[in-house]
């Protein structure tokens, strides 16, 4: 045989391999972590049914593009932590608080929609403040871990394990945090931007707080998101007849409420530098959610999106909010607050989430590690060698 006819019998064997590698996924590395399980602490941006199974649920048109029915997401189909869990490998996790065909194998969800760090004196019925803060729903995890432990180690066969959590996965897991958002909202609502400043401290000690109690109950891989541009919301930046110069930037997202949200995650951002030195045992990874989101905002028409602060379920005009899925009146008129003809083209879903189109691109632009502190891809966030 050639030399010529060596080399493209090689380069053939080698287009070969490179194909079967794109369409099976990504070969593993040997840093690479054996992720078994999801354990997610958050707000709606990753609530996959707990406010639905503890309040109302959230009816139609909410999930009309993936799953065709409501499923307690706030979203036209599915959340980032979804996507995560499928890159993983993994199923959809399942609500804490909801006890319909829950699957608790494979992990557990234990956002809800309104939640913050802090706790707040407010009420879900008054402005859709959860009572399942971050400090609750650990609490929630700790008596979670207790429980199925307790059943998994009495099951007297495979059929009575069915649908609990191998104990022995709880220190292989990764734990996911998103939160942060409704405590920016309820700053906005009653102080100033100073004042909302002042209270980061004790909010960021709270969180980290939750953090070593997580640690403390045998959590080693923390996935950390901070908290992304609320001023680009759609909620933020509709119902501003008249601005004053400078009051919007250049891509028409509140500039103000940006500058606080970015003070916070500078001290979110400290605080997890801080822990890692605390917490000898723990990788902790954080994602910059802001970096990501605003990429997306700021650049949406050459990612195939429309206006970029629009919305597609919902009316927000003239001091009226007509939230999506509901009726209301205007000037004596029905208003019928539906989705739009094609959500795949808007980011924002109903003013304050975003779409499953969105997410999608979100997640992709997560996952690899780009937006990561460490830079490390989800896949090896278990690596304390790596999060040094």
Partial sequence: MCASTTKMWFLRILFAFILVVRVKGVVKNSQDCNIPAIYNFGDSNSDTGGSSAAFSPAGPPTGETYFGIPTGRASDG????DFIAESLGLPFLSAYLNSIKANFEYGANFATGGATIRRLNESWFQHGVS???LDVQVEQFDQFKTRTTYFYTQ???????SNLPNPDDFSK?????DIG???????FRSLTNPQCIATFPDIIQDFATAVQKLYDKGARAFWIHNTGPFGCLPISTTNHPNPEPGYFDEIGCRKDQNDVAIEFNKQLKDKIIQLRTELSDAALTHVDMYAAKHQLISNAKNQGFEDALSYCCGYHKNGVDIWCGNTGTVNGTVVSADSCPD????????????????????????????FSD?????????SKSINM
């Fill in 78 to 81: 599915r959340l980032i932590i």
């Fill in 131 to 133: 009572p399942f803060s």
């Fill in 155 to 161: 099951a007297k066969n495979e059929s009575d394990k």
């Fill in 173 to 177: 897991a990764l734990y996911i945090i």
């Fill in 181 to 187: 958002q409704n405590d920016l909202g309820a700053c």
């Fill in 343 to 370: 959500p795949s083209k808007v980011i924002s879903w109903d003013a304050v989430h975003y779409t499953d189109a969105a997410n999608y691109w979100i997640a992709n632009h997560i996952i690899d590690g780009s």
């Fill in 374 to 382: 460490p830079p490390v891809s989800i896949s090896q966030a278990c």
